[in-house]
C-alpha cells in the first residue's frame, strides 16, 4: 500500500521557520517527481514547490520561492520543505504529493497544519 | 497558465448531472489536465487524468473529456458522497503545475 506521512506542522510567528517532513512507505521514493500542495478555504488548493528524481530539477511558487526549499532524502525515503520567514499568507495545511510520470497527483498525504500567527 | 473553473457553486440534487468547467488561459501541454475531488479534512482524491483517464478506484459514472484550453468533468448522476469541490489541474512548463479555483458540487 501507497503510503505519505507528513510531520513537522505546528503554530509559528511571522518571520519563523519550520520544516515539514514527508515519509513515503509501500514504494520506492527514488524514482518519483514529488510536491508540496496547500490548501486554504480562501484559496482551494495550490501547488508550492517540486522536485525531479535526481534533486537537479526544482521549481516554486512564486510568492515562496527564496523562502521555501524543497529537497529529499532517497535513502530514507522522505521528502522534506524548509520553510524560511513565514508570513501569515502561508498559513495553510501542506500536503506531500506524488507524481507517477501522470504529470498529475496520484498520491497524498494527510497534511501538515502549519498556521503562522503572533 | 492560469486555469478558470465555472461556476463556482453547482447546486444539484442525487441523481441528476453534473458538468463542471476549466478554462486554461493557454493550450494546456499533451492534454495534462487532471481532475480532484476534496472533501472536507480529507486529502484531495484523484479522478481524472491526460484529461480522460479514470484514475484507478474511479466510479465510471465520472467522466473527463475536452482538449487544448477547454475541458470538462461530467458525473452522470450524481450520489450523496460525490458533494465535494472539484479542483481541476494542469502540468506546463511554468510553473510546473497549477490548480483552478475549485467548483463545490452542493446538495440543492
Known amino acids: 500500500d501507497v503510503r505519505l506521512v507528513e510531520s513537522g506542522g505546528g503554530l509559528v510567528q511571522p518571520g519563523g521557520s519550520l520544516r515539514l517532513s514527508c515519509v513515503a512507505s509501500g514504494f520506492s521514493l527514488r524514482g518519483y517527481w514529488m510536491c508540496w500542495v496547500r490548501h486554504t478555504p480562501g484559496k482551494g488548493l495550490e501547488w508550492v514547490a517540486n522536485i525531479n528524481p535526481e534533486s537537479d530539477d526544482l521549481s516554486y511558487l512564486d510568492p515562496v520561492r527564496g523562502r521555501f526549499t524543497i529537497s529529499r532524502d532517497n535513502a530514507k525515503n522522505s521528502l522534506y520543505l524548509q520553510m524560511d520567514n513565514l508570513r501569515a499568507e502561508d498559513t495553510a495545511v501542506y500536503y506531500c504529493a506524488r507524481d507517477p510520470y501522470t504529470k498529475a497527483f496520484e498520491n497524498w498525504g494527510q497534511g501538515a497544519t502549519v498556521i503562522v500567527s503572533s | 497558465i492560469v486555469l478558470t473553473q465555472s461556476p463556482g457553486t453547482l447546486s444539484l440534487s442525487p441523481g441528476e448531472r453534473a458538468t463542471l468547467y476549466c478554462r486554461a488561459s493557454?493550450?494546456?501541454?499533451?492534454?495534462?489536465l487532471a481532475w480532484y475531488q476534496h472533501k472536507p479534512g480529507q486529502a484531495p482524491r484523484l479522478l481524472i487524468y491526460?484529461?480522460?483517464t479514470r484514475a484507478t478506484g474511479t466510479p465510471d459514472r465520472f467522466s473527463g473529456s475536452g482538449s487544448g484550453t477547454d475541458f470538462t468533468l461530467t458525473i452522470t448522476r450524481l450520489e450523496p458522497e460525490d458533494f465535494a469541490v472539484y479542483y481541476c489541474q494542469q502540468f506546463g512548463a511554468s510553473p510546473s503545475y497549477s490548480f483552478g479555483g475549485g467548483t463545490k458540487v452542493e446538495i440543492k
Open positions: 491526460g484529461a480522460s
Open positions: 493557454q493550450s494546456v501541454i499533451n492534454n495534462f
